[in-house]
């Protein structure tokens, strides 16, 4: 059973191109993110949606723009791609609400590898 | 802000024990966590401290000094397979679920 997916796995796409991601989690997590990993593998938080609504919006270029149509769904659409946009996205979940245990631990979902040529 | 800073990289043999350690700065410390991340993989939870002292789970421990602002991850009886990288990260009490990653400390075991 997946409990957090992403697709696509791959994307190659050119410079200036408008790409999709898209994130689903069955864990019934009420919290989602989108990190992005860079090649020096540092992980760095980009969004975070509680229940549908924005909570956490780092310094993310408005290139970048998340929507959760559910709470079981986030998903990453970025305009005009640029060639410092290669990187791994991370989409994780957790549950912070009412039930919460007192760890929280994050899931993370495979990423999706974005090469911008 | 949070600095988190934590060794590039350490290299042990096979049965051997490996100490990663961790120190970082923050304003309303609220956990610490360690993932391990595989490489081409997604990062998977580990350990989670709260409050000081150590946690044990099987070959893995990890300790906490929260006025040392200090952790480490323990790794004994070193296996092949726990080749990764490892993740420190810090949740703030003012952020919803919001964690600060190092940038990982890659442990090559060798035979």
């Known amino acids: 059973d997946t409990a957090v997916s992403q697709t696509p796995k791959y994307l190659v796409t050119q410079m200036g191109n408008d790409k999709s991601i898209k994130c689903e989690q069955n864990?019934?997590?009420?919290?989602m993110y989108w990190y992005k990993q860079d090649s020096k593998k540092f992980l760095k938080i980009m969004f975070s949606?509680?229940?549908?609504?924005?909570?956490i919006n780092e310094t993310v270029p408005n290139r970048f723009s998340p929507k959760s149509p559910d709470k079981a769904h986030l998903n990453l659409h970025i305009n005009s791609l640029e060639l410092g946009d290669s990187a791994v996205y991370f989409c994780?979940?957790?549950?912070?609400?009412?039930?919460?245990?007192?760890?929280?631990?994050?899931?993370f979902g495979p990423g999706t590898r974005l090469l911008v040529l | 802000g949070q600095n988190i800073d934590q060794p590039t990289e350490m290299t042990a043999t096979e049965g051997a024990i490996v100490q990663i350690n961790c120190t970082y700065q923050t304003s309303g410390f609220n956990g610490l966590f360690w993932y391990q991340q595989h490489a081409g993989e997604a990062p998977t939870f580990l350990s989670y401290n709260v409050l000081d002292g150590l946690e044990e789970k099987g070959r893995f421990s990890s300790f906490l000094s929260r006025s040392k602002g200090y952790s480490y991850l323990l790794l004994k009886e070193l296996q092949m397979k726990d080749s990764a990288s490892y993740l420190c990260?810090?949740?703030?009490?003012?952020?919803?679920?919001?964690?600060?990653f190092g940038a990982g400390t890659q442990v090559v075991v060798t035979p």
């Open positions: 994780a979940s957790s549950l912070e609400g009412i039930g919460a245990d007192p760890i929280r631990s994050q899931y």
């Open positions: 864990l019934g997590h009420d919290t």
């Open positions: 949606y509680n229940n549908k609504e924005l909570i």
């Open positions: 990260a810090v949740r703030r009490a003012d952020s919803w679920g919001k964690l600060q």
